[in-house]
Each structure stands twice: as structure tokens, then as C-alpha cells.
């Protein structure tokens, strides 16, 4: 199982740089970053992870996550690094396509594309989204951006993006591009959606937090899905992001490999400069083998 770090960076933290170094000397397989440009202040939607609905602290303090995972990619040369989630609809896709691919190129082909449309409709609609199109916009998008990483000169015609005949460079050292990863999931037909993209524009699914057997769940969907579309369900590659404990780590491992992850990703918040050393070298000792 590939056990991967989600850094929830700020100015009272480390850098991302000696985090993502540190993260490699202890055999974690991945570094990744999470994204929010803004954090409104007077927010409507809750947060759905705190009975009280308020958002945490970490969430106003996020640094853009390409520049973050710059950082690390100079201070290492094995972990893989990933956005953990890019919220792609919030992005000009023609300046992240460019962000994407530079980041690989310069990495040696280490970078993995986390991608998202966004649960926060306050900070969507303030970065000019179309809510209930957030989806459908992604989609567009992530296909537009492939055409920018995979041929030259690329062009684009769909709803929310076109352009004509343009050049593009550097393109991504992985071919033919870097993967993405649909980081979505939900109840019900938000599910349904999650596991449809991930068909569609998706070389793998991220979703958050679901036990062991009801991923095996969804994946026996996801699998069903791709024979219907003529994909390779084997192809996929399968991150769960802050995995369900199931008694301690290593059970936890056991369980969500039977369910049919490869990847789990641990998450930390803390991280202060005086502190981060300790509490990785915790994180690894508990789940790295």
C-alpha cells in the first residue's frame, strides 16, 4: 500500500519544502497539498465535517498549491507530489494546464493531479463559478487541458473554453500526461456523479473517507462502469484520502487493500516548525511498514 502525507500548510507552519523532504526520508510515497484561494468570512454553507458548520482555521491559510509543491519538488527527488484538491472550476484552465505541466516537467514526472469542483458555494460564487455547473465545467476544463498537454499546436472549442491553434510548453514528462484523480464522493447521486467522472475524464478516484467495505462498494459500480464504457477498470488507481480507522494502522491498511485501494493518504494539521519532525516521524511509524 502506498501511504501518502496531506500537508494542511500555513504561515505558523513548516514549509512545504522541508515538510516534502522530511515526508521523503521517512518512505512516504506521496506529499500532497490541498487548495482554497480565499476563505469568505461571513460563510452560508457549513462545513460539513463540524457540528457547528465552521470552517477551521487551516482553511484560510492555504498557500497556492503549485507554488507549494514547487518548493517541494526542488527539496526532493522521489515522492511523488500532489494537489490534494485543485479546485479546477476556480482556475483559469489554459494558466493551470501550463501550471500542471511545468510542475511535472521540472519534477521529473512526479506529479499527481488531484482535482475537485468545490463543496464551499460562498467561495465559488465569489470566484465567479456557476455553482450548480461546477461539474460540468470541470469536465470541460480537464479535457481542454489535455489537449494543451498532449498535442502541438492544441486547440479547443466547448462551452465554457475555446481557443484556436496554440503552442503550449513545456508539455508533462508522464504520457501522456499526469494523472487525474476525481477527489469526490458523497451519498447518493453525488456518488453516482463522482464515480460517472471518473469514467469519463478520470485515470483515478479520491474520495474521503469511506470505510473499507463501502468502497468495496462503489468500486464493484466503478468496475460495472468501466466495462460499459470500454475502459480498463485494472488501469485505475484507487487514493483514499483520510482513511476510516479500523481498529489500529495496520488493520486499516489490510482492510482498505482488500476493498481495492492502493493508496492512503494521512492527514496532519499541526505541523508547527518546532514540532513537524516529531509528529511525522509518529505518522510514519504507525503506518509505514
Known amino acids: 500500500m502506498k501511504i501518502g502525507l496531506l500537508a494542511f500548510v500555513g504561515p505558523t507552519t513548516a ?9 521523503e526520508t521517512l518512505g512516504f510515497e506521496s506529499f ?55 479546485l479546477v472550476p476556480e482556475r483559469d484552465p489554459i494558466v493551470t494546464a501550463k501550471a500542471v505541466a511545468t510542475l511535472d516537467f521540472y519534477s521529473g514526472g512526479r506529479f499527481i493531479f488531484g482535482i475537485g469542483a468545490g463543496w464551499l458555494k ?21 479535457r481542454a487541458m489535455k489537449a494543451l498537454w498532449t498535442t502541438d499546436p492544441a486547440s479547443f472549442e466547448g462551452e465554457f ?30 456518488m453516482d456523479r463522482a464515480l460517472r467522472d471518473t ?27 468501466c466495462a460499459e464504457a470500454g475502459r480498463d477498470f485494472a488501469k485505475l ?24 485501494a492502493h493508496r492512503l493518504i494521512c492527514f496532519t494539521e499541526k505541523l508547527a516548525a518546532g514540532e513537524y519532525e516529531r509528529e511525522l516521524e509518529s505518522i510514519a511509524k504507525s503506518w509505514i511498514c
Open 15 to 23: 514549509n512545504p519544502a522541508v515538510l516534502a523532504r522530511k515526508c
Open 32 to 86: 500532497y497539498l490541498p487548495e482554497h484561494p480565499i476563505l469568505p468570512v461571513n460563510h452560508k454553507t457549513p462545513y460539513p465535517l463540524a457540528a457547528d458548520g465552521k470552517i477551521p482555521e487551516p482553511y484560510a491559510n492555504m498557500p497556492d498549491p503549485f507554488v507549494g509543491l514547487a518548493l517541494a519538488a526542488g527539496a526532493t527527488s522521489k515522492i511523488n507530489l500532489g494537489t490534494g484538491i485543485c
Open 122 to 142: 460562498d467561495e465559488s460564487e465569489i470566484m465567479g463559478v456557476d455553482f450548480k455547473r461546477r461539474w460540468a465545467i470541470t469536465r470541460e476544463y480537464i
Open 161 to 190: 473554453v475555446r481557443f484556436p491553434p496554440v503552442r503550449s510548453n513545456p508539455k508533462p514528462v508522464r504520457k501522456p500526461h499526469p494523472p487525474v484523480h476525481i477527489g469526490a464522493g458523497g451519498i447518493g447521486p453525488a
Open 199 to 225: 469514467v469519463a475524464i478520470g485515470d483515478g478516484w479520491a474520495p474521503l473517507g469511506i470505510p473499507p467495505d463501502a468502497l468495496a462498494v462503489e468500486l464493484a459500480k466503478l468496475k460495472k462502469l
Open 237 to 260: 488507481e484507487i487514493t483514499m484520502y483520510a482513511p476510516a480507522l479500523q481498529g489500529d494502522p495496520q488493520t486499516t491498511i489490510a482492510r482498505y487493500r482488500e476493498a481495492g
